[in-house]
């Protein structure tokens, strides 16, 4: 039996365990987002896919989907929120388009066209983090994490190699790999891992690659992200079982 | 160990020659203390920022005369630490006006690096790549920018002498400046994937080839950009018919020539060994190994400019400073590999006595030979097959060193990189055709200074002399303000102790105030 909230005035219906933002997405509607990964946990932290329920605003990725919940989502004043959150995001990192090799696959950049964010608006921070070159076939450029925790939970989560961790607090913290050195050499990451494949920007660079893909053939040059991210919606909506209901049903 | 490869000479810090001169050449004054200063400073919106200062005494003799121009430097320090494969697309950010060239030297040295020999389809997709950017650039220069100077005159009433005059006038003319231009931007994007910042080329090989689609939408315009180029060089032989002293002598001077040529003494943009010639047309080392360019060609440093002064070695840095470029490519290859291109030069050389090959303003017809003959290669390689390969890349033995070198379409422009175990960028040493015409620049005005300025009262009219002699170089300050006329000037008369005796200012809609 499938219960309904409303979602921009649309019915939506989900089954039991899914988030407000996974039974968006299974029911075809887009809510913008970076740190939410089909895949993975929810992790509540980019804030981009905050909802209006209420008066209140939410986090979808991490909120249960209610019977009968009021959300609001694709509206002007969530939509500006959401555009300072990615100036915010663009001006803290080196995130210089025209010459990174993620342009065109980058979640970062297809969400900002997305939401037409047309200036960096802040002045922007220039870090200087050195890159680490280390591995024979991996390349990780820090100056353009946002912090997503994305590689650290696929290392963790599914690789069982636990190679990424975020360290420091507040406008320090950082990505870290995790070895005594801190260089990438001495983990045993392997291009095959999960963690290779889920950073949303361009922080971790299979070596060599670079610009190989041609302008029109990457991914977001085909359909724009919110199209893609319906697409990577689980679907059929996900049967069964979650860690907090183990048992219950 | 030193890497003298990278040193400067001299190294900072040491005492540079005394270039004070003895002879006139206006290079540094004998006594500036007594002479007023003159400022011409175009600001310019793109990296090339060019200014001219002249010394002036009481009675308008000029004593100094020098072209200075903000280079750049930075990109080489910015690049640092950089894998070496974004190199390519980065390195298009330090030129807004061509920055192909710098995609393609670039690749060109990453070649090196991954140990690539390239595939036929790959070199023939940049080729093209290429041979589009020297047909923009050139239509852009000869048709935006020059044309008012050319048909107009030097020192014509400076409301209409822009594009706007030359599209009220000569419509025609304008009308093919633009669609010329246009034709080059469209090879630029189908195989870089876009008309600026692409991607095409990569370490070893180009993303893309070019598909039988995209082949046909080209070649259904060439023929008529091949017949537009031809009616260019009959336009730029009627100027130079009318105005025969004027464009022989202006900013004339004698000079030595470097630049690429193909194994067989062609013209090739692409690819090839150094060619230098004095300026009495010997040869001083021919068919030289680029990729070791630091054998034959030094880096000096002038105390008054940011810019370096490349020099050829074994003339040394007061005499060895030579012109690249247009000019000296069609004049110093021995032949033009493409039919319709290789007449014209041989019109050319043989104009006037053979005068002209050897006049600053020659440079305008060069340049229209070049771009006949890029449109007729861009019309050979749309007929081969191989541009439709799919042999993209290839690797081999990893390099630590990468030279890559091609004929830009303002003249040889060089990229040296030096790339560490983990793939990063530790050195870079970049050549721009601007840098290696910084001197011969400098010559042009001085020249032109003695021949129109000197003992007169500056106008608006001889001011613009200066600027057609330096337009003639096509240097990146020139194009950085997309038209002619519109280059924001601002000559100050200053006395001895710096107080402004009176200024002349041209703001950017032309207007003098
Ligand atoms: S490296 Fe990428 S995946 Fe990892 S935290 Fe940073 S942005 Fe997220
Ligand atoms: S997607 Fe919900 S907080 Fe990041």
Redesign the pocket.
Same mark, same amino acid.
Not at chain 1, 198 to 201: E, I
């Given at each position: 039996m499938t219960d309904t909230f409303q979602l921009d005035g649309a019915t939506v219906s989900f089954e039991p365990c899914q988030t407000v933002m996974q039974a968006a997405l299974t029911a075809g509607r887009y809510i913008p987002h970076l740190c939410y990964h089909p895949e993975f946990k929810p992790h509540g932290s980019c804030k981009l896919c905050t909802i209006k329920v209420g008066g209140r605003t939410l986090s979808a990725c991490t909120m249960p989907a209610e019977a009968g919940l009021q959300a609001e989502s694709n509206i002007e004043e969530l939509n500006a929120l959401r555009r300072t959150l990615l100036q915010m995001l663009l001006v803290e990192g080196n995130h210089f388009c025209p010459s990174c090799e993620a342009s065109g696959n980058c979640q970062l950049q297809a969400t900002a066209y997305e939401l037409q964010v047309m200036t960096p608006h802040f002045n922007q921070f220039f870090p200087d983090r050195p890159l680490d070159g280390s591995h024979p076939d991996i390349l990780l450029d820090f100056n353009r994490? $946002? @912090? #997503?925790?994305? #590689? *650290?939970r696929a290392s963790c989560e599914m690789d069982g190699k636990n190679v990424?961790a975020l360290a420091g607090r507040g406008i320090t913290k950082h @990505?870290i790999v995790n070895a005594e050195s801190g260089m990438l050499r001495d983990t045993d990451i392997a291009l095959e891992d999960k963690a290779m494949h *889920? #950073?949303? &920007?361009g &922080? $971790?660079l299979k070596k060599g690659v670079g610009f190989s893909v041609p302008i029109g053939a990457r991914r977001y040059d085909q359909r724009p992200v919110g199209a893609q991210a319906l697409d990577d919606a689980p679907r059929p909506a996900i049967s069964g079982s979650c860690d907090a209901c183990e048992g219950k049903s | 160990m030193v890497d003298t490869r990278f040193a400067l000479y001299p190294p900072y810090g040491t005492d540079i020659p005394n270039m004070n001169d003895k002879n006139g050449n206006l290079e540094t004054a004998a006594h500036p203390e007594n002479l007023r200063r003159v400022a011409i400073d175009p600001v310019s919106r793109v990296e090339g920022h060019g200014k001219v200062t002249l010394l002036l005494d009481e009675n308008d003799r000029v004593h100094q005369v020098r072209l200075h121009i903000v280079e750049f430097r930075g990109f080489e320090k910015f690049v640092q630490g950089r894998p070496y494969w974004e190199a390519p697309v980065m390195v298009q950010r330090l030129c807004g006006i061509c920055p192909v060239s710098h995609h393609i030297a670039a690749s060109k040295a990453m070649d090196m690096i991954v140990g690539a020999t390239l595939t036929p389809t790959a070199e023939k997709v940049r080729r093209l790549m290429h041979y589009g950017q020297i047909l923009q650039s050139h239509a852009l220069h000869f048709f935006h920018l020059s044309s008012p100077d050319l048909l107009f005159g030097f020192d014509s009433d400076v409301a209409r002498r822009n594009i706007a005059g030359i599209a009220a006038a000569y419509p025609e003319v304008a009308k093919r400046g633009v669609l010329l231009r246009k034709f080059g931007q469209e090879v630029i994007r189908i195989t870089a994937g876009k008309r600026i910042h692409g991607t095409g080329s990569i370490p070893g090989g180009v993303n893309k080839n070019v598909s039988t689609e995209e082949r046909d939408y080209l070649l259904k315009d060439i023929e008529q950009m091949i017949a537009w180029s031809r009616d260019a060089l009959v336009l730029v032989r009627q100027l130079f018919e009318q105005n025969l002293d004027l464009y022989n002598n202006f900013g004339r001077f004698k000079t030595h020539t470097l630049n690429l040529v193909r194994e067989d003494g062609a013209l090739d943009l692409y690819h090839g060994g150094l060619r230098a010639r004095d300026m009495d047309g010997n040869t001083l080392f021919d068919h030289y190994d680029s990729r070791h360019y630091w054998d034959v060609i030094f880096e000096d440093v002038k105390p008054w400019s940011y810019m370096k002064f490349p020099f050829l070695r074994s003339l040394g840095p007061e005499r060895g400073w030579y012109r690249v470029g247009p000019l000296s490519r069609v004049t110093q290859c021995d032949f033009i590999p493409t039919p319709l291109a290789n007449q014209a030069r041989k019109a050319f050389m043989a104009f006037a006595g053979g005068s002209v090959a050897g006049a600053t303003m020659g440079f305008h017809w060069a340049r229209m030979i070049e771009m006949l003959h890029a449109a007729e290669l861009i019309q050979e390689l749309l007929h081969d097959p191989d541009l439709q390969g799919n042999d993209l890349v290839s690797k081999g033995q990893r390099q630590e060193r990468g030279v890559g070198v091609i004929e830009a379409p303002r003249g040889t422009l060089i990229h040296h990189y030096k790339v560490d175990e983990h793939d990063q960028i530790v050195r870079c040493n970049l050549i721009v055709s601007t840098t290696h015409n910084n001197q011969a620049m400098n010559e042009a005005i001085r020249q032109v200074a003695r021949q129109y300025l000197d003992g007169r009262k500056l106008t608006e009219g001889l001011l613009n002399h200066i600027e057609v002699a330096i337009r003639a170089f096509d240097p990146c300050l020139s194009c950085a303000t997309h038209a002619l006329g519109k280059m924001p000037l601002q000559v100050e008369l200053l006395d001895v102790e710096g107080g402004v005796l009176s200024t002349l200012a041209r703001s950017a809609d032309g207007a003098f105030s």
């Open positions: 994490c $946002i @912090l #997503c925790e994305l #590689c *650290v990424f @990505l *889920v #950073c949303p &920007v &922080v $971790i | -």
